[in-house]
Nanobody
């Protein structure tokens, strides 16, 4: 089992940047694919980005491609989401999640979904003002 704690959220103006971090407990972190999701008020949780257990594969939602970068440091049990050129539509609670079955790593074609992820953090608020 792994416990996840997000940090780095806050208030930023449109066009600005934030870096989210997710710290994981447990010695098995490096065996999980990791992902970031977000949920805006009144909307369903949506996929943002994912990274394979080795860090060799990444996948992004079209809405953030070219602006966000996911990375991980298995030695430090952390995964990060660098968010640049932020827009008001990026305002949401951002969640870190761990996929025990390594769907991204093993799939020929990857279709991200929340149900693939087994462990979730509590979330960190990101607010982008216009």
């Amino acid at each position: 089992q792994v416990q996840l704690v997000e940090s780095g959220g806050g208030l930023v103006q449109a066009g600005g940047s934030l870096r989210l971090s997710c710290a994981a407990s447990g010695r098995t972190f490096s065996s999980y694919d990791m992902g970031w999701f977000r949920q805006a008020p009144g909307k369903e949780r949506e996929f943002v980005a994912a990274i394979s257990w080795s860090g060799g594969s990444t996948y992004y939602a079209d809405s953030v491609k070219g602006r966000f970068t996911i990375s991980r440091d298995n030695a430090k049990n952390t995964v990060a989401l660098q968010m640049n050129s932020l827009k008001p539509d990026d305002t949401a609670v951002y969640y870190c999640a761990a996929d025990r079955d390594r769907t991204l790593s093993s799939a020929r074609y990857y279709f991200p979904a929340a149900f693939q992820y087994d462990y979730w953090g509590q979330g960190t608020q990101v607010t982008v003002s216009s």
